[in-house]
């Protein structure tokens, strides 16, 4: 049985993952429910659970205050947050779960479906890793990191590193600077939804590149675009004139 405790600050949330909960009590079984963050450290500490419901804001604390005081994070993390802000851009870049509320039956399924997948403690240590980077980068303005979830386990690569991104079915070929190639089994509309606002630009249903690693345009019906690594990616004709704009607002 996978063992789940519950951090919230709020009953009626508390109440919701609890009757989430019992559509799969064959396979968890809760442990303990509690509102603060010193609550939460004692329980950790006393029931070692396997997973743990955590809320983003928890009175005038974090979910993340309540990670950094931990001293081994041997648990899965689902992070639950009323809050369509800067974090949830954090858990995607990190490859961790979360549940927006009010919490939904196909969203909360999903996500206990994936805790019967067992992560490595090593790949959980990476997407905290990225987590707490990304968090911080974020105050300051600095270069985001990505985890790459591969045959292999999770590979972190800094954004500012990916030249170009390409499709291949339902996998991506994300090339890196050095002439690296990482084949992630996800598909080109995730990476662009992820990483369009960090100057990335769809040129075409194939083809996804970082605005910041193109050295010239070559002209043509919709023309090419000659990138760092010296590939050229194709531009669909109808994205050719909103390319050309978003390069020169660089």
Do not use: W
């Amino acid at each position: 049985m996978i063992k789940a405790i519950i951090v919230d600050d709020e009953q009626h949330c508390i109440d919701r993952i609890l009757k989430l909960l019992k559509r799969h009590d064959k396979n968890i079984v809760l442990t303990n429910a509690v509102k603060t963050v010193a609550e939460a450290k004692e329980s950790i500490l006393k029931e070692q659970p396997d997973v743990v419901f955590l809320d983003v804001q928890i009175y005038e604390e974090t979910g993340f205050d309540l990670l950094k005081q931990l001293d081994t994070i041997n648990f899965e993390i689902i992070f639950t947050t009323a809050y369509d802000d800067y974090a949830l851009e954090a858990f995607r870049f990190s490859a961790l779960d979360y549940l927006l509320k009010p919490v939904d039956e196909e969203s909360f399924d999903k996500a206990v479906e994936k805790l019967k997948q067992k992560t490595s403690l090593q790949e959980l240590s990476k997407k905290m890793e990225v987590l707490f980077h990304n968090l911080e980068e974020q105050r300051g303005g600095g270069q985001k990191k990505i985890a790459l979830p591969t045959a292999e386990g999770l590979t972190l690569v800094g954004v500012a590193n990916i030249i170009r991104c390409q499709s291949d079915t339902s996998y991506t070929h994300v090339f890196l600077k050095g002439n690296k190639k990482i084949t992630v089994a996800k598909t080109l509309k995730y990476f662009d939804e992820l990483l369009e606002p960090q100057n990335f630009f769809r040129t075409h249903h194939s083809h996804l590149v970082n605005l910041l690693m193109v050295t010239k345009y070559l002209k043509g019906k919709g023309g090419y675009a000659l990138m760092e690594d010296g590939s050229h990616v194709e531009i669909a004709v109808r994205r050719k004139d909103e390319f050309l704009k978003r390069l020169s607002n660089i």
